[in-house]
């Protein structure tokens, strides 16, 4: 973990050093655009089991944006392929249905739609997608890879597209997210492996996965902080877990410094898990914000 902390706090050094002749500056509003890009470090207990030698750790890079042209894009495209999806010509008016010795069938009946109807409907679709693409949204990858300097082995990615926004000093929004988190096992105290009891092999792989909709309230703290709470709500904690197989739902507080408008950002947060892995666990970030 020192080493993660020192790789961190050389990136935010190097870029305030870089950015501080733009040290005069106005608040960060919420409703403004930009976009973060730096490594990000996770241990936690989001797969934590009684009989392995620690938590999870992972490290990576994060990609995230607020209100970015990303998030429109995805946003605007699955609402553009809905609407096409559902689009036709005709009109269902009803069915009948006939029988007889050994046949049974049934007729459905359409009618054509004029052109002034196609033309109404296809005018509603775009206004529709018009609005989506002029709505805010925030959008969040991270990708992780093992690193052997950092001591972290985790694999996988975390994605949230966040649609719903409310508010203005505080905010609170409403997002979809989806997390594959695989781990390498992880040694016993007494040095050996654990064996997975339905497979019979050693040292077997954690788990973490999450699709739900996380909930999350943003607030103001002085001119340079933000907090923030965010509840990743599982849809996948109504299945039972699996051996090495992890569903939690996690709340996460976090506290985020913007020394350098518009150059750096430094972030750390505690994770809390929900249910079976009760242990604390925590994030910590920085990088260049523009």
Not at 77 to 102: F, R, W
Not at 235 to 255: M, Q, T, V, Y
Request: hydrophobic share 40%; proline share 5%; with cysteine.
């Amino acid at each position: 973990m020192a080493k993660a902390f020192v790789v961190l706090l050389s990136v935010c050094v190097l870029c305030a050093v870089t950015g501080t002749a733009r040290a005069q500056r106005t608040p960060l509003d919420v409703n403004e655009s930009y976009y973060e890009l730096g490594p990000t470090y996770f241990e936690g207990p989001l797969a934590f089991f009684s009989d392995f030698g620690g938590p999870m750790k992972a490290s990576g890079l994060r990609i995230y944006e607020r209100n970015g042209l990303g998030g429109k894009m995805v946003a605007t495209s699955v609402v553009a392929i809905i609407l096409a999806a559902g689009s036709s010509d005709k009109e269902y008016l009803g069915s009948s249905h006939h029988s007889g010795p050994g046949y049974e069938y049934r007729v459905d009946y359409y009618r054509q739609k004029s052109s002034e109807e196609l033309a109404a409907e296809a005018a509603a679709r775009g206004a529709a997608i018009d609005a989506t693409a002029k709505a805010e949204y925030q959008m969040d990858v991270q990708i992780y890879m093992p690193n052997e300097d950092l001591e972290t082995t985790v694999e996988g990615f975390s994605w949230s597209l966040w649609p719903l926004s409310f508010g203005n000093k505080y905010r609170f929004e409403l997002g979809f997210l989806w997390t594959r988190m695989k781990d390498a096992g992880a040694e016993l105290e007494d040095g050996s492996v654990p064996i997975d009891e339905v497979t019979l092999m050693p040292n077997p792989r954690r788990l973490y996965q999450n699709l739900g909709s996380p909930l999350r309230l943003i607030g103001r703290v002085g001119v340079f902080g933000w907090w923030d709470i965010q509840w990743d709500l599982n849809w996948l904690a109504l299945a039972d877990d699996k051996p090495f197989i992890s569903h939690e739902s996690p709340l996460r507080f976090n506290f985020t410094l913007n020394p350098i408008y518009g150059r750096v950002f430094a972030r750390g947060g505690l994770v809390f898990g929900d249910s079976t892995y009760k242990e604390l666990g925590y994030t910590v970030e920085a990088g260049l914000r523009f």
